[in-house]
């Protein structure tokens, strides 16, 4: 199979996995900040391709730069769907930089520096490492209780993963929803 | 066969945070060894140990915080795809030439065009010295800077369009404006002047002169504002301005900043530069590279780094010109990638590793007589962010012209017009250079600003082959090998002093070829004698021939 039908089989199955909505607790009094903790992963061929002996085939075609975008958007039910927007979405960068090391034990070869979105920099130790550092997202959210008003509610997180065209992936997007979450504002 | 040797030999336990893990060399005998760069006490610093010679610690970077915000501009250049020295393995620094694995094609070319010298700083390893077993006059023929400069010229993917003449000091070479002359007849746009500034001093002529061949601007030696700190021309400086002024050639103040010695006058010496603002475009503090053996003690008196220098212009300078408004050098990347992606052909990259150079923008404020840097009307981080976005989206298959409105449209927003000096237009002038390709409003941008560029380069104990390999400031040789400064200079025995034996005659037979002595030419100190009995008209003092005196703030 060719590199690119290859890539694009890779594209075809990646996926949002795990998604998973929390909050702290299940009520709260209207004026109080509602914390919730949001995790997801984005599996499938994007995240298998993404590993050294790509990255040195990448490398090669001076493919060497990656910008992942990250949406994150809350919306509560009214009626039977979830379509009333809570808060503001919120947008998180993470970038990858394929970069020649001279790591004497990874002698002349591609390796990979990754910023988070709070742009700090590492380097990870293996390639499962630098898969999880990129494609694996748990944060935490603050909402405020006036954002949903008294009473109670169910909520999800939307999230929406995007990138651009590359070496170990075509241009693509992937998006999910989390499970509802009850939450009451007293 | 395995082309390098590495030493495996168990490390003693770190002490600090490991940051990464690289290649460096003793600073003995030369052997490549494995070496970790680590942080602690909020600095960061090169750990290596050699079997035969011992550990060595040395300050890499002067701070982790900045470390790390540099770091995250790291992106691998283009490298140079027409290699002079075709190898498979990488084995830095053995192979220079530019060998196949080198990462950045040539930002500015050296050439040396003498290695002679009318001063005799103690400091300098550069120039020949008479008597010295080994001594040999290295002095290109024009034939041979011609060729330099065609192999400059054939670098692939970009052919290097920025020269600088080097020496010893060019001007003593009578031949200088012809070879500026043969430089420009080959294609290269910027040539500037490696010089202390001396016979420029001695004789305006010769600036127009050079001028008239083609030369664009000085590189100006100048390592302070007082006589202590700057022997080598505190006297002449403000005169070789003068001459460049006469002969509208721009000027960059190069000061070698050294620890205890004259770090405390970077602020003085900007200050001198906003004084002549007129003239001087730019400084390039360079924090010095410590050569020859060195006791760890002595290294630790005179160790510098880019952060410590910035540290201490944002002091001097009573925070005028902050820390937050520097940038590593490969911060222009996505400036790059953005015009790449809508010119749709390779152009000419910084891509020096993250640790080697910083630079920002600072403009004049005539009013309050202050230096705003760019970073106080300019979201120069939203900026680029933007443009690496922008790139993408083009590069991803996006339509180039729908991006490049975007892009015109958006720009505004990065600039806070209230603050953006007067008679300025930063968006245009951004628009006009990344899109239209057209420099002709960048003029109004060097008249009021300067730019204050810092550039670190290594020496044998904290050299790391990761920085190394990315290197852009390459010497030309008449062998027709480009090779990296930091190998160049840090191990002189396999080139610089190699290529200057092959190339050069002894002394003894340069003075027979030209009739005179080597040290005929060595300045006696003119100027500064004459301004020690008449302060009125000379150097450093209150000036009646309308020359800034030399002073701090
Ligand atoms: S520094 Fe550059 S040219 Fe020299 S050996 Fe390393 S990669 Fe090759
Ligand atoms: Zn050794």
Redesign the interface.
């Given at each position: 199979m060719s590199h690119e039908s290859l890539a694009s089989k890779q594209a075809a199955s990646t996926r949002i996995g795990s998604i998973s909505l929390k909050a702290n607790r299940e009520s709260f009094l209207v004026d109080e900040p509602i914390k919730l903790s949001l995790s997801f992963q984005v599996v499938g061929g994007f995240r298998d391709n993404f590993t050294q002996p790509v990255w040195e085939e990448a490398?090669k075609a001076?493919d060497?730069?990656l910008?992942l975008?990250c949406t994150v958007s809350f919306a509560r039910k009214v009626g039977r769907v979830f379509s009333k927007k809570v808060g503001k979405p919120i947008r998180l960068?993470r970038?990858a930089?394929?970069?020649?090391?001279?790591?004497?034990?990874r002698?002349?070869k591609t390796w990979v520096?990754v910023?988070d979105e709070n742009?700090?920099?590492t380097?990870p130790k293996s390639d499962a490492e630098a898969q999880s550092m990129l494609l694996d997202f748990v944060r935490t959210f603050d909402l405020l209780g006036t954002d949903l008003g008294k009473g109670e509610h169910s909520i999800v997180a939307k999230v929406r993963v995007k990138w651009?065209?590359h070496y170990y992936v075509p241009?693509g997007m992937v998006g999910a929803t989390s499970p509802p979450l009850k939450i009451i504002c007293k | 066969m395995a082309l390098?040797q590495?030493e495996h030999k168990t490390e003693p336990a770190l002490q600090g945070r490991l940051?990464?893990?690289?290649?460096s060399i003793c600073p003995d005998c030369n052997r490549i060894l494995?070496a970790n760069v680590i942080e602690h006490d909020g600095k960061v610093w090169m750990h290596k140990v050699c079997p035969q010679h011992g550990e060595v610690e040395e300050l890499y970077f002067g701070s982790y915080e900045m470390y790390?915000?540099f770091?995250?501009y790291?992106?691998?250049g283009?490298?140079a795809h027409a290699p002079n020295v075709p190898i498979d393995?990488?084995a830095?620094p053995m192979n220079c030439g530019l060998c196949s694995?080198h990462?950045s094609h040539t930002g500015l070319a050296n050439i040396i065009v003498t290695n002679r010298c009318d001063l005799t700083c103690w400091y300098c390893f550069f120039y020949v010295k008479k008597g010295l077993e080994g001594a040999y006059v290295y002095e290109p023929t024009q034939d041979h800077i011609r060729g330099m400069v065609r192999a400059l010229k054939a670098e692939r993917p970009v052919g290097g369009n920025s020269l600088q003449i080097t020496g010893g000091e060019p001007t003593l070479r009578d031949d200088l404006a012809d070879i500026i002359r043969i430089i420009r007849e080959e294609g290269v746009d910027h040539i500037q002047l490696n010089t202390n500034g001396i016979n420029l001093a001695l004789n305006p002529d010769l600036a127009i002169k050079l001028k008239e061949a083609g030369l664009s601007n000085l590189y100006l030696s100048f390592d302070g504002v007082s006589p202590r700190t700057n022997p080598k021309n505190h006297w002449e400086a403000p005169y070789t301005l003068d001459s460049c002024r006469k002969a509208h050639v721009g000027a960059v103040l190069v000061p070698t900043v050294i620890k205890s010695v004259n770090d405390h006058e970077l602020g003085g010496i900007l200050r001198f530069a906003q004084k002549n603002i007129d003239i001087v475009r730019a400084i390039s503090y360079q924090p010095v590279s410590l050569t020859g053996r060195m006791k760890k003690q002595e290294r630790e008196k005179y160790r510098i780094t880019i952060p410590d220098c910035i540290h201490r212009i944002e002091e001097q300078t009573e925070g005028e010109v902050t820390r937050d408004a520097w940038f590593p050098v490969p911060s222009c990347s996505p400036v790059t990638?953005f015009v790449e992606a809508f010119a749709r052909k390779p152009q000419y990259e910084l891509s020096i590793h993250f640790a080697c150079g910083a630079g920002t923008y600072v403009f004049l404020d005539e009013e309050s007589n202050k230096l705003i840097p760019m970073t106080s009307f300019v979201d120069l981080k939203g900026l680029l962010?933007y443009l690496?976005?922008k790139a993408?989206?083009i590069?991803?298959?996006g339509n180039r012209y729908i991006t490049a409105a975007k892009f015109m449209a958006k720009i505004g927003s990065f600039i806070d017009k209230t603050k953006q000096p007067k008679g300025m237009n930063l968006g245009k002038l951004l628009v006009n250079a990344t899109l239209k390709h057209d420099y002709s409003s960048v003029g109004q941008f060097h008249l009021k600003s300067m730019f204050l560029g810092m550039m670190h380069f290594q020496d044998k104990y904290n050299q790391?082959?990761?920085r190394l390999?990315r290197c852009d400031i390459h010497y030309l040789n008449p062998d027709m090998r480009i090779i990296p400064f930091c190998s160049f200079n840090v191990i002189p025995e396999w080139y610089r002093d190699r290529i200057q034996k092959k190339y050069g005659i002894t002394v003894e037979q340069w003075e027979k070829e030209h009739g005179e002595k080597l040290e005929a030419k060595l300045y006696k100190g003119t100027m500064r004698r004459l301004g020690a009995q008449q302060h009125d008209v000379m150097g450093c003092a209150t000036s009646a021939v309308h020359i800034e005196p030399i002073t701090g703030v």
């Amino acid at each position: 199979m060719s590199h690119e039908s290859l890539a694009s089989k890779q594209a075809a199955s990646t996926r949002i996995g795990s998604i998973s909505l929390k909050a702290n607790r299940e009520s709260f009094l209207v004026d109080e900040p509602i914390k919730l903790s949001l995790s997801f992963q984005v599996v499938g061929g994007f995240r298998d391709n993404f590993t050294q002996p790509v990255w040195e085939e990448a490398y090669k075609a001076h493919d060497v730069s990656l910008r992942l975008t990250c949406t994150v958007s809350f919306a509560r039910k009214v009626g039977r769907v979830f379509s009333k927007k809570v808060g503001k979405p919120i947008r998180l960068v993470r970038k990858a930089r394929l970069f020649w090391t001279r790591n004497p034990e990874r002698f002349n070869k591609t390796w990979v520096m990754v910023i988070d979105e709070n742009e700090v920099p590492t380097l990870p130790k293996s390639d499962a490492e630098a898969q999880s550092m990129l494609l694996d997202f748990v944060r935490t959210f603050d909402l405020l209780g006036t954002d949903l008003g008294k009473g109670e509610h169910s909520i999800v997180a939307k999230v929406r993963v995007k990138w651009g065209q590359h070496y170990y992936v075509p241009k693509g997007m992937v998006g999910a929803t989390s499970p509802p979450l009850k939450i009451i504002c007293k | 066969m395995a082309l390098i040797q590495i030493e495996h030999k168990t490390e003693p336990a770190l002490q600090g945070r490991l940051i990464r893990r690289t290649q460096s060399i003793c600073p003995d005998c030369n052997r490549i060894l494995p070496a970790n760069v680590i942080e602690h006490d909020g600095k960061v610093w090169m750990h290596k140990v050699c079997p035969q010679h011992g550990e060595v610690e040395e300050l890499y970077f002067g701070s982790y915080e900045m470390y790390q915000k540099f770091s995250t501009y790291w992106t691998d250049g283009k490298g140079a795809h027409a290699p002079n020295v075709p190898i498979d393995q990488c084995a830095c620094p053995m192979n220079c030439g530019l060998c196949s694995n080198h990462l950045s094609h040539t930002g500015l070319a050296n050439i040396i065009v003498t290695n002679r010298c009318d001063l005799t700083c103690w400091y300098c390893f550069f120039y020949v010295k008479k008597g010295l077993e080994g001594a040999y006059v290295y002095e290109p023929t024009q034939d041979h800077i011609r060729g330099m400069v065609r192999a400059l010229k054939a670098e692939r993917p970009v052919g290097g369009n920025s020269l600088q003449i080097t020496g010893g000091e060019p001007t003593l070479r009578d031949d200088l404006a012809d070879i500026i002359r043969i430089i420009r007849e080959e294609g290269v746009d910027h040539i500037q002047l490696n010089t202390n500034g001396i016979n420029l001093a001695l004789n305006p002529d010769l600036a127009i002169k050079l001028k008239e061949a083609g030369l664009s601007n000085l590189y100006l030696s100048f390592d302070g504002v007082s006589p202590r700190t700057n022997p080598k021309n505190h006297w002449e400086a403000p005169y070789t301005l003068d001459s460049c002024r006469k002969a509208h050639v721009g000027a960059v103040l190069v000061p070698t900043v050294i620890k205890s010695v004259n770090d405390h006058e970077l602020g003085g010496i900007l200050r001198f530069a906003q004084k002549n603002i007129d003239i001087v475009r730019a400084i390039s503090y360079q924090p010095v590279s410590l050569t020859g053996r060195m006791k760890k003690q002595e290294r630790e008196k005179y160790r510098i780094t880019i952060p410590d220098c910035i540290h201490r212009i944002e002091e001097q300078t009573e925070g005028e010109v902050t820390r937050d408004a520097w940038f590593p050098v490969p911060s222009c990347s996505p400036v790059t990638h953005f015009v790449e992606a809508f010119a749709r052909k390779p152009q000419y990259e910084l891509s020096i590793h993250f640790a080697c150079g910083a630079g920002t923008y600072v403009f004049l404020d005539e009013e309050s007589n202050k230096l705003i840097p760019m970073t106080s009307f300019v979201d120069l981080k939203g900026l680029l962010e933007y443009l690496d976005e922008k790139a993408d989206e083009i590069n991803s298959g996006g339509n180039r012209y729908i991006t490049a409105a975007k892009f015109m449209a958006k720009i505004g927003s990065f600039i806070d017009k209230t603050k953006q000096p007067k008679g300025m237009n930063l968006g245009k002038l951004l628009v006009n250079a990344t899109l239209k390709h057209d420099y002709s409003s960048v003029g109004q941008f060097h008249l009021k600003s300067m730019f204050l560029g810092m550039m670190h380069f290594q020496d044998k104990y904290n050299q790391d082959e990761e920085r190394l390999q990315r290197c852009d400031i390459h010497y030309l040789n008449p062998d027709m090998r480009i090779i990296p400064f930091c190998s160049f200079n840090v191990i002189p025995e396999w080139y610089r002093d190699r290529i200057q034996k092959k190339y050069g005659i002894t002394v003894e037979q340069w003075e027979k070829e030209h009739g005179e002595k080597l040290e005929a030419k060595l300045y006696k100190g003119t100027m500064r004698r004459l301004g020690a009995q008449q302060h009125d008209v000379m150097g450093c003092a209150t000036s009646a021939v309308h020359i800034e005196p030399i002073t701090g703030v």
